[in-house]
Structure formats: structure tokens, C-alpha cells
């Protein structure tokens, strides 16, 4: 969340200036693919963390 603070100006110059939806600016500018990524990470534990139990 707080990258989206940090890029918010960036994300709406895409939408204003290119007419890009919030989701394409974010993925331009490789927020989306990061969230992507942490989530996978904390679904990676979890499911590693079940392994134990």
C-alpha cells in the first residue's frame, strides 16, 4: 500500500495523459507484479508452515 502512495502522481499522469486504466498504469510501472509477488511469497509460507503441523 504504501508503494501506491509513493506512485500515486505516476498513476495518475498514465491515466490522464495515456488513458490507461489504474490497473494498466500500476502495471506499467511494475507495482501490480510486485503485489503479485508478495502474495505469493506469504501463500508460499503459509503453505510451508502447514507442512510442520
Not at 41 to 51: C, G
Amino acid at each position: 500500500m504504501a508503494e501506491q502512495q509513493t506512485y500515486l502522481m505516476a498513476i495518475d499522469m498514465l491515466c490522464c495523459h495515456l488513458g490507461l486504466s489504474k490497473e494498466e498504469a500500476k502495471e506499467q510501472l511494475g507495482i501490480e507484479a510486485q503485489t503479485n509477488i508478495e502474495s505469493q511469497v506469504a501463500d508460499t509460507q503459509e503453505i510451508l508452515m502447514s507442512l510442520y503441523r
